[in-house]
C-alpha cells in the first residue's frame, strides 16, 4: 500500500515539474538518502544503485571523508560561491589534480573551470580548438554523447536529443567509431583516407572529438590501436585531438583518466561526473598550455567556480589517488563484474559490452532491456540501458562498492535475465 | 608586504590554471571565508562585497538558515545527487516554489531543471521556442547576455564573447533594446515594421528574448511599457515571450521576478544566479503548461538535479518570500542606494543606470570605471563593470547587507569617484 | 475567339512544365515575335511592354543593330561556349567595357565574369568579401532582392523566396533602407550605432550589399546622402561596399550606373540583367584590384563565358554608351514618365516611387495594383507590380520606347488606374 | 613569333580579367572561332577540342542545323528573354523533350527552368527536397562537384572551390562514393549503416543527391548496382533521390541520361551544360509531379526563359534524339575510344578511368596530367584534367567528332603520355 507520503510529492512533481524528466520515470519512487551504493526511498526501502548519477558517483553517495569535508568547509562560512576568484578551496584543489593526476603522468595541461555541466566544458573545448586552428569542422563519431546545448549536441549522435533543437546542428563532420562497420573494416582507414584527400568534401578539422568508451552510446570501447591511429591522424592534419572523459574518467575503466596507460597525448580532455567526489557539479577542460589562448573571460559562467565542489573533489582525490590501493581495488572487482557478466551474457546467447567498471549486456532489443531493468527495480536494483536502441543493459555502480554489495545485485541482474529471457542453463539443469 | 601563504597559492593559480580566468585578475588576492556581505582574503582583511557573485549572492554569503538546512541535509546522508529522479528535496523545493511563487501571481508554469547553469537554462528555453513554433529565428537585444554556449551564445551580444565562439553564430535576429536609439525613437515600434513587414528579410520569430534590465549590458533597464509593445509583439506573430531572469530575478529589482507587477506574462522565465539562495549552481526554465511540449530526457544533463541546492533554495523561499517584508526592506534600501548613487554621478556630470538593487554609474570611459574600481578594492571594496565599454560602475551588494555597511561601501565608491575624475562638490567647497 | 493554336502549347505548359512558373500567370498568352517596345502572342496580338525582363531589355526587345551583330557572328561560326578561355567575342566586350564604362569613371575594377545570373554574380561578391576581409557576417537590407540561391538568399528580403530555401538561411544581419522608418529617422545612424557599439551582437561586417533602387522591394530609391554614410560606414568598420546594380544599372535610372554622379567608389558592383542589351544571359561582377584575391577558378561556372552574350553586350556599349545621346534621351523621357505618373497617383492620392525609368505608383493594397495590372493586359500593356505587399505598379518600359508608345502606355495605365479606384478628377469634372 | 594581334587583346584580359580566370592559363590563345571538334585561334591554328566546354559541346560547335535554327529564329525577331512567359520557343522546347525524352522513359517529371546555370539547377533540387521533406539534411559524395552557389557549393567536395565560401558550409553529410574505400567495401553498405542507425549522428536526409560518373572529382563511375541501392536507400529512409546530370548527361555516356537502362527512378533530376545544344546557357530541374510543391516563383532567376536556348536545345532533341541512331554511333566511337585509352594506359602502367565518352586515364600525379596536357596543347589538342589532384587526363570530345578527328587526337595524347612518360612499348621495340 502506497503511504501518504509517498503519493503526495508524485502528485507534486506531477503537477509542477516539466514533462522532459526521465530517470524518475524508471524508478517512480521518492528518495531521500543515500550512502554508498545504496539509495533509500521516503518509504525506507533500500535500493543497490548500479546507475550513479550515470557514473557521476564513483566514490558512491556521501563517502564519509568527501562530507566531513564539505561540512567542516560550510561549517567554518567557507566561500560557497565566487566567480573565479581565488579562493583556498580551488587552490587546493588545483594544487592537490596538479599532484597527483598531472604531474605523474607527465602533463602539463592548464585547467579551466567552465560552467559545471559536462557540455559546457565540451562548449569550451570545440570553441577553443576552432580559435587555435582558425577552422570550424569538428569531427565527432557515431554514437558519440557529448551534451545537448547547441555547440554540443552538434557533436552528439543521438538522434532524440539531435531532433531536440528544433534546427539544424552544424559545424560538425560524422565519422564512424572504432569497430563501427564490423571487425573487418579499420574505421580509422576511412577516416584518413576523407582527409587525406582534398576534394573528399570532408574540410581540414579544427579537432576531432573522442570518447574511449562511448557510455551512452552503447557502451561502445575503443581500443589503443584505434585511439592512437586517430591521434596521429588529427595530429597529421593539423587537428587538435580531444578526449572526452566525462563518463569514462576518474577511475571508471580502472585509471583516473581512461585513456592511463594507452600511449595517447590528447591537447584537450573534458572532466565532470565524478570530479567532484560527491555528485556536485563540476567540469573541467584540461588544455595544453600552448593551446590555452583564451582571452580573460572569453569563455565565462556564473558557476565556473563551485568551491564546495572543490573541497569535495580535492578530498576524492586525496583519499583515492594519492597511491595504487584504489585503481588497484577497481581492477580487481571490475574483474569479478566481467567474468559474472560474460556468464549471464553467454548464457543467453548475448554478448559483453564495456571495459572497466563501465560495463554491460546488449540484451538484443530495448524491449528485452528496458524489461529486464524493471525487473531489477522491483528487486531493489537500479539499473539503466544505453545504446541506440537503448538495448544495453549498463552497470555504473559506485567503484566503492563491497565484494558482497556487487554480487548482490548482480544476481538479482541474473535472475532478470533469466526471468524475461529463460535461461538456458536453467532449462539444461 | 605579501606574506608567503599568499605568495604561494597565486602562484598555484597562475602555474595551473588557464588564462581564461578574468575575476582574479580584477582582485588579485586568495579569499576563503564570507559571511553576509562580508569576504575575507587569507589574510584576515575583509572586503565588502558588491559584486555578489554577480547577482548569485542575494541573500549574502552563508546565511545562517541557509548553511543550516545544508548541513542538517548533509549529515543525514540527504542524496547529493540524483539526475532527474525525485527526491525529496527537489519535492520541498516544487512545493515551496509552487506555493510562494507560482500560485500568488497566477502563473501555472511547469519547472524544468536544466543542466545549473543559465547558459543551460536559455539554451532549453531556445530550443523549445523552436520546437513549439517550428520556426528558427530568434530575436534578442543589443548588449543582451544569455551566456556563451553556441546557442545561447548567438543571442549574447557581447563581441569579446561572440569571437570566442570562432564560428559564425547564427538563428537570431539582432533587435535594438528600450532606449538604444536614444529617448525619440521606440525601438519597439522599429521592430514591429520589421516583424509587420513580409518582405523586410526578419523571418517570423520562434521567440523574443529579453532581460527587463540588462547585467551585464551596462545596467540599461527597460520600461514596463516597452516590454508589454514586445510581449504583445510576439503574440502578434506567433512567438513566444521569454524573459531571462537569470541575473535581474530573485528580489534584485524589488519583486522575486524583475517583472513582478509589470503586467507581463511571459512564455518562458530562465532563472539561475541566487535561485540556490546560496551560490550553489541551479538553473530552472519555467515554461507554460501548453508550450512543455519536450520529449522525456529530450533535453537531459547530469547534474540537473544538484540537491544541495533545492535545498538552500527552497529555505531561501521559505525565508524571504513568505511575506512581503524582505520586498519591502529591499524597497527601502533601493530607493537610498539610488539616491546616494544619484548625488555622486550629478557631483561628476555622470548619469545612473539600472533599477532597484540593479544599479550603477556610467563613469564615462572603461578606463575611468576601471580606475574607480581599482580604487575601491584598495579601500576594501570589491566592485565591478558592465556595459559594451565596461563603463558603468555597478553595485550588485547582497540585498540582506545592513544600512551600515551599504552607507560604508558607497562612502568607498564616492571617494574613488572623487578620486579618479576629481569632485565638483570638493572643488566648490 | 482564342485558336487551337494558341489553346495546345498552353496545355503544354500546364502538362509538363513546374508549377514554379509565375509571369505566365498574370500574362496567361503565348508570345513568339518581339520588337523594340512592342511583344506579339501567336495570335498576333501586340502588347506594350513596360516590364522588359525586369529591366532586362533597357534597349528594347531585338535592337535591330545588336541582332545584326549577333547574326554574324553565328554566321560566321563564332565560338558560342568557351569556358573562361580567351574569345575575341571577351576581348573586345572587355575593351568597350573599359573604354567607355571604366575608364571614363576612373574605375579600375576587374571583370569576373560569373555563372550568367544575377545570383551567381552576388554570391561571388559575398564569398569575395568574406575571403578578403576574414569575417563572414554581411549586412543588407530590408526588401532587398539579391537572388535565390542559398548564399544571396540569405541577403534578400522577401519572406516567399527565403522560405523556399526550407533551411535556416544565415550569414546575413539585416538593416533598415533609407527611408524604412519614416523620414523622421536616418537608418544609416541606426545601423552607425550598432557598428560602433563592440556589444550590440552585430558582428564586424565583411560587407554591405545595397541596391540604390530597390527593384523587386518596392521602386525605393536611396539619397545619394544616405548611400555615402552607407559606403562610409562600410569603410570605417572594414567592411567592403557592394553595389548591386543588378536592376538598377544599365541606363535603367539615368547614368549606366545607378550611382553615377553620386560620389561613391564601391568596392564592388554586381551586373546582369540589361548587361548583355539583348536579354541574354550575362553577369559580371566588378572589383577594385586590390580585393581580386580570387585564386584561378576558385569561383567557376560552365556558362561564364556566354560569347553570344559578349558580342550584343559589346554592340550596346558601343552604340548606347559612346556618347550622351542616350543618356539624355533617357532623361528627357524620364522626366516626362515622372510627370505623368506623379499626375495619376495625385488625382488618386497615391504616392509615386522610384528614381530615372525605374517608378511607379503605391497603389496601396497588392490587390489594387494586380487589378490595375490586369486591367492594364486586357488593353495591351504588360506591366507588373514589386512590393512588400506587391502594391506597387511597377513601370520598366525600354529605355528606347518612342515617345508615342511611352504616352500610349501611360494613358493605358491612367485608365486602369480610373477604372479600379476611380477617378477624382472624373468626378470634379 | 606572337603577333601583334594576339599580343593585344591578351594583354586587354590580363589588364582587366579578375585573376580567377582559369582555362585561358591553360590555353593561352585567343580563339575566334569553332566548327564541329575543332576550334580557331586568331591566328588561324586549328585545334581539336576535347574539352567540349566540360561537356557543354556533346554535338560539337555550331552544329549546322542548330545553327540554322538559331539565325531563322533571331532574324524572325523571335523573342531573346521572356523571364517566365509562355513563349513559341519554349513550347516546342517542351513538347520535344516531352514527347523524345520523358515519354519513351515512362518519365512524369515536371520540368523546372532554373536560372542557367548548373548549379541553379541544383540549388532548385536541393530547396525544393527540403520543403517536400521538411528535413534539411542532404547526403551527397566524395568527389562529387554540384556548383559553387552557396547552396550548391556545400554538396561539392573540391576543397578549393569549399575555401573560396570562407564561411562554414552546412547542411549536407558526406559519403563515401562507390569504389571509394577500394574494392572491398561496399560503401553503400556504410551509409545503409549510418542512417538505420538513430544513434549515429547522420540525421535523416531530405535527399541524395548524386553523380552517376564524377566529372569533376575524377571520371569515377559508380556501378548500376551501387546506384540501385543507394536510390533504395533514399526511398527507405524518406530521401529524395537526385542525380545530377549535368556533366554525364545528353548522350555523353551512351544514353540521353546517363542513367538510362539502369533501372533507376530519380525524384529529381537536373540538367545543364549541353542541353541547348550549342552551349547556350540553359538549366533545367526534372520534378516527379507528386514532388513539384513549389509556390509560383518561389525559386525564380530572370533569366531562366533563354529563348535562344529553348530554339536550340529542341532542334538538338530532334536532330540527335528522335531515333537511336545518335545513340548507337556515340556507342561505337566509345568503345574505340575506350580501346585506344586501354592500350595507352596499359603501355605506362596506368589506369583508365570513366563511361561511355566520358573516360581518361589517371596519370599517376597531377605534375604528370599537366604536363600531358600541356604536351597535347602543343600539338594542337586541347585537353583538360581532372580529380582530387588533377590526376586524371579526361577526353570530353564532341560526341559527333569524326572517327579520324578521334584517331588524330588520341595520336597526339599517346604520343604526349609516352613524351612525359616514357613508352614501355616504344622501349621494348
Same mark, same amino acid.
Given at each position: ?6 503519493i503526495?510529492?508524485i502528485?507534486t512533481?506531477?503537477r ?5 524528466r526521465?530517470? /524518475?520515470?524508471?524508478f517512480?519512487?521518492?528518495? =531521500?538518502?543515500?550512502? @554508498?551504493?545504496? $539509495?533509500?526511498d521516503? *518509504?525506507?526501502?533500500?535500493y543497490t ?10 566514490y558512491?553517495?556521501n ?9 567542516e568547509?560550510?561549517s567554518n ?10 579562493t ?6 588545483l ?6 593526476i598531472?604531474?605523474p603522468r ?22 577553443l580548438a576552432?580559435k587555435v586552428?582558425g ?13 545537448v546545448?547547441l ?12 531532433g531536440?533543437?528544433a534546427?539544424?546542428? /552544424? ?6 567509431? =572504432?569497430g563501427?562497420? @564490423?571487425?573487418? $573494416?579499420?574505421?580509422? *582507414?576511412?577516416?584518413?583516407?576523407m ?6 568534401g ?7 572529438i ?6 551512452e552510446?552503447?557502451?561502445?570501447a ?21 578526449i572526452?572523459?566525462?563518463?569514462a ?7 583516473f583518466?581512461?585513456?592511463?596507460g594507452?600511449g595517447l ?9 565524478s ?6 557539479p ?10 590555452d589562448?583564451?582571452k580573460?573571460?572569453?569563455h ?5 567556480g ?17 597511491d =595504487?590501493?584504489f585503481?588497484?581495488?577497481v581492477g ?11 556468464a549471464?551474457a553467454?548464457d543467453h546467447?548475448?554478448?559483453t559490452?564495456?571495459?572497466g ?5 546488449d540484451?538484443g532489443?530495448?524491449?528485452h532491456?528496458?524489461a529486464?531493468?524493471?525487473a ?12 541506440s ?8 555502480c ?7 554489495q ?11 535475465f533469466?526471468?524475461?529471457?529463460g ?6 539443469e
Open positions: 500500500m502506497a503511504t501518504p507520503t509517498s503526495t510529492p502528485n512533481f506531477e509542477v515539474e516539466s514533462r522532459v526521465s530517470y /524518475s520515470r524508471s517512480p519512487k521518492v528518495f =531521500d538518502r543515500a550512502l @554508498g551504493a545504496t $539509495i533509500y521516503t *518509504d525506507g526501502k533500500a544503485d548500479f546507475l550513479s548519477g550515470c557514473s557521476s558517483l564513483n558512491g553517495h563517502d564519509p571523508d568527501l562530507k566531513a569535508a564539505l561540512i568547509y560550510v562560512d567557507g566561500i560557497a560561491h565566487g566567480l573565479d576568484m581565488f583556498d578551496a580551488k587552490e587546493q584543489f594544487a592537490s589534480f596538479e599532484r597527483l598531472l604531474r607527465g602533463m602539463k595541461h592548464q585547467l579551466q573551470f567552465t560552467g559545471p555541466t559536462g557540455a559546457n566544458a565540451v562548449e569550451a573545448a570545440m570553441k576552432r586552428t577552422r570550424t569542422n569538428i569531427i565527432s563519431f557515431t554514437n558519440g554523447f557529448h551534451g546545448t555547440g554540443a549536441l552538434a557533436a552528439t549522435g543521438n538522434g532524440k536529443h539531435r531536440g533543437a534546427t539544424p546542428l /552544424s559545424g560538425v563532420t560524422r565519422a564512424a567509431y =572504432d563501427y562497420h @564490423g571487425p573487418e $573494416i579499420d574505421t580509422a *582507414d576511412l577516416l584518413e583516407r582527409l587525406s584527400d582534398p576534394s573528399s570532408v574540410d581540414a578539422p579544427a579537432a576531432i573522442v570518447e574511449t568508451v562511448q557510455g552510446g552503447g557502451l561502445n575503443a581500443s589503443a590501436g584505434w585511439l592512437k591511429k586517430v591521434q596521429a591522424l588529427a595530429r597529421s592534419h593539423g587537428a587538435l585531438f580531444i572526452d572523459d566525462i563518463q574518467g576518474c577511475g571508471r575503466t580502472g585509471g583518466f581512461s585513456f592511463d594507452m597525448d590528447p591537447d584537450i580532455v573534458t572532466m565532470a561526473k570530479l567532484s567526489g560527491m555528485g556536485l563540476l567540469a573541467l577542460t584540461l588544455i595544453k598550455p600552448e593551446h589562448i583564451w580573460p573571460a572569453e565565462n559562467g556564473t558557476f565556473r563551485n568551491n564546495h565542489a572543490f573541497v569535495t573533489a580535492a578530498a576524492a582525490l586525496e583519499k583515492f589517488w594519492s =595504487d590501493r585503481m588497484s581495488e580487481e572487482k571490475a574483474r569479478y563484474l566481467g567474468e559474472r557478466l560474460a549471464i553467454e546467447g548475448l554478448s559490452k564495456g571495459r567498471m563501465m560495463v554491460g549486456i540484451a532489443s530495448g524491449e532491456a528496458a529486464i531493468c524493471k531489477c527495480f522491483a528487486k531493489g536494483l537500479i539499473i539503466e540501458t544505453s545504446g536502441f537503448d538495448e544495453v543493459v549498463k552497470v555504473l559506485p567503484l566503492t562498492i563491497s565484494l558482497e556487487l554480487t548482490a545485485g548482480l544476481d538479482i541482474m541474473e535472475s532478470a533469466d526471468a524475461v529471457l535461461s538456458r542453463r536453467a532449462a539444461a
